[in-house]
């Protein structure tokens, strides 16, 4: 067996792949429910029913969409760059402790400043949370993959400490989490008595942004450049460190972004089960949307949709909730694998 | 001098040893892919993998040590789905890896939850009894410590001697640095790189496999939800530490329970006064801090994380 270089990679294919990667997905999803003694037919339909089949449903699905859509934005642009942010969780959380900080009455602005002051103080911690790896990486060349995988584990006890330590709410009957942020800062709801907020328009327009930032804007094309030969974009003048260490501010900060999110939008308060790992599905959503910023958000759509339907799906059949994990981790490795067939294709000698 | 009794009591190096054993496996089984070239990120799944599918044989009747064969055997096949996708079609070998880790760690928290559904409190097991070795195990202190241990701490340690010997002393070894190094000279010796470095990935991950059943079978009687909780990723760290030197690599991971054990003393002694967060954060910690104390020595293989194609420049 070998790989040949495709002369032309054609737009079906290029298409094509997410599609695939999402029918294995449901494919191996369906067998496990098959080998668990359920009707897998079923569970398809009820997994889609549960995420889709009523104004609830969808709005549930649309909450869980936008946290996904900022880490699969973080994810794919430090991946354009190669820089392997596999912090995103521990950046997410890093900004929803900025936001508490700054959120729970230190300042005491109308919405209209404080949401905006909220969300910049959250994208700098989860950016600054960042930087240590990146300059690690650049400076020293420490692997990012190890540094940021082990942040998010201290990242989480540093949260544990605040919620069970300092920031405990005395009004909270025990429970560990800190105060409730202000009424300012909670975001509006976009269909009353659902918990679908208007972070989501605010994800939809970073989303876009940082399409029109990547695609149009030295700085993008300056990151894309890095992440597709170090060499050459050295060779032509680029400031190779300097795009990483930005990269990885805005990275950090994009992943920040949704710990905010879900704080003012869902939670209202510090809790260690704000994110059940938002920052690790959204490196499944980057590569399901081929690193491609607007396919983020389609792509989020979909992984919030089988997390959704799954949650439905699971507790009508009795099945456990981590056959929705099963999906999207074969969904990762399937679309790294159709992706890979888009340029070559494979001889049988 | 309190350091000198908390050195000085038994119980504190039998820590040491329960603490090092899945670290030595972890980290000789990430040495040797490393070694051939590839590095491998699925380990901190595989090692959930090993101790669920370990643990779960055992629960079902069967023999501890066959747990731990068919642990070695699921691992092996994580090792070979992780091959075929990084050292035959050339993937990522980060975001790979990182999808291995997702799926073995789902698949086992799924198994597991199909297998016992209804339980709050995870079933224990008969966990392997410690193992006194005959006339050793009767010195004072020392034969204690030593040689009183888990049957699987001195399986780590003897595996780890062995394959320390054939990686650097025999042909095989020679073969599997040779293609972490530069795999067109060793395809110009005759050397099929792409199998060579399957076989080093997979016997790395069985031995990853290894350390995660010795946490369900031996440290532990039972198999929890985020049991792994980030060893695997600190192996990464103390393979770099050791500077892809086997010898050094097994001394790091004692050396890093050495620490281990020696924080958890520090915090029963210290009580409240540092909150006890901070004590979890030092394995963390510690292993970054290793990363960066080797970052100028790292002699890291020069193929590591290249892929091979046959006739591509």
Redesign the interface.
């Known amino acids: 067996?070998?790989?040949e270089p495709r002369e032309h990679s054609s737009i079906f294919l290029n298409l094509g792949a997410p599609v695939f990667a999402v029918l294995a997905g449901l494919a191996v999803c369906s067998i496990?429910v098959w080998l668990?003694g359920a009707p897998a037919g079923k569970a398809l339909v009820l997994i889609f029913r549960g995420a889709l089949g009523s104004k609830f449903a969808i709005s549930e699905t649309l909450t869980r969409t936008t946290p996904l859509i900022f880490c699969g934005l973080a994810a794919a642009v430090a991946?354009r760059a190669k820089l392997?942010n596999?912090g995103a969780e521990g950046q997410l959380y890093m900004g929803a402790v900025a936001a508490t900080l700054v959120g729970t009455g230190l300042v005491d602005f109308p919405g209209y400043l404080l949401i905006p002051l909220v969300f910049a103080a959250g994208a700098l911690a989860g950016g600054i949370l960042l930087l240590g790896p990146a300059l690690?990486k650049t400076k020293?060349?420490?692997?990012e993959?190890?540094?940021t995988?082990?942040?998010n584990?201290?990242v989480l006890?540093?949260v544990?400490?605040l919620v069970?330590?300092p920031w405990k709410d005395p009004m909270a009957l025990g429970w560990p989490q800190a105060r409730p942020i202000l009424d300012a800062a909670i975001l509006g709801k976009l269909i009353p008595r659902t918990r679908l907020h208007s972070g989501l328009l605010i994800s939809l327009a970073i989303a876009v942004i940082v399409w029109a930032f990547m695609r149009f804007t030295r700085w993008g094309l300056e990151t894309r450049a890095v992440g597709a030969n170090v060499r050459a974009a050295r060779f032509s003048g680029i400031p190779v460190n300097r795009t990483i260490v930005r990269t990885a501010l805005i990275s950090g900060g994009l992943a920040g972004m949704a710990g905010v999110c879900e704080l003012t939008g869902v939670r209202d308060y510090l809790t260690l089960d704000l994110s059940p790992g938002f920052g690790?599905t959204g490196?499944?959503v980057a590569?399901l949307a081929g690193l491609h910023p607007l396919g983020v958000i389609l792509a989020s759509f979909f992984i919030s949709v089988i997390y959704i339907g799954a949650d439905s799906m699971t507790r009508q059949l009795?099945?456990?909730r981590?056959?929705a994990?099963?999906n999207?981790?074969?969904c990762?490795?399937t679309m790294?694998?159709t992706m890979?067939l888009t340029r070559y294709r494979i001889r049988l000698k | 001098m309190e350091l000198l009794t908390i050195l000085m009591a038994s119980g504190f190096w039998i820590a040491v040893l329960r603490i090092a054993t899945p670290l030595i496996f972890g980290t000789i089984g990430e040495l040797i892919s490393e070694r051939s070239g590839v590095l491998n990120l699925g380990i901190e799944g595989i090692m959930t993998m090993g101790s669920m599918i370990g643990w779960l044989y055992v629960y079902q009747g069967g023999n501890i040590w066959m747990g731990i064969l068919a642990a070695a055997g699921s691992g092996a096949l994580f090792g070979l789905l992780h091959a075929i996708l990084t050292v035959h079609l050339g993937l990522s070998q980060h975001v790979t890896g990182i999808g291995i880790t997702m799926l073995a760690c789902s698949l086992s928290y799924f198994i597991f939850r199909m297998v016992l559904p209804q339980v709050t409190t995870p079933p224990k097991i008969k966990a392997m009894a410690a193992w006194a070795i005959p006339g050793l195990s009767s010195i004072p202190v020392i034969g204690k410590i030593f040689f009183t241990a888990s049957p699987l701490t001195y399986l780590a340690i003897v595996i780890s001697a062995v394959l320390i010997f054939l990686l650097l002393k025999t042909p095989l070894g020679l073969a599997v640095r040779m293609v972490g190094e530069n795999p067109k000279g060793a395809e110009a010796q005759g050397i099929n790189v792409l199998a060579v470095r399957t076989g080093a990935v997979m016997v790395g991950s069985a031995l990853m496999a290894v350390g995660g059943a010795f946490l369900t079978l031996s440290a532990f009687d039972a198999f929890y939800i985020d049991m792994t909780n980030g060893r695997g990723w600190i192996c990464i760290a103390l393979v770099v530490f050791s500077s892809w030197r086997p010898g050094k690599a097994l001394l790091g991971a004692i050396l890093f329970a050495v620490f281990d054990a020696l924080q958890m003393r520090v915090q029963q002694q210290t009580g409240t006064f540092i909150p006890y967060q901070v004590y979890l954060m030092l394995p963390y910690i510690l292993s970054i801090t290793a990363l960066i104390i080797m970052s100028r020595k790292a002699a890291y293989p020069s193929a590591l994380l290249v892929p091979y194609r046959r006739g591509e420049r």
């Open positions: 067996m070998r790989l496990m668990a991946f392997w596999i690690l020293l060349k420490v692997d993959v190890v540094t995988l082990l942040l584990f201290i006890l540093f544990n400490w069970f330590g690790y490196i499944v590569m009795g099945i456990t981590y056959i994990d099963v999207t981790a074969v990762l490795l790294l694998t890979l």
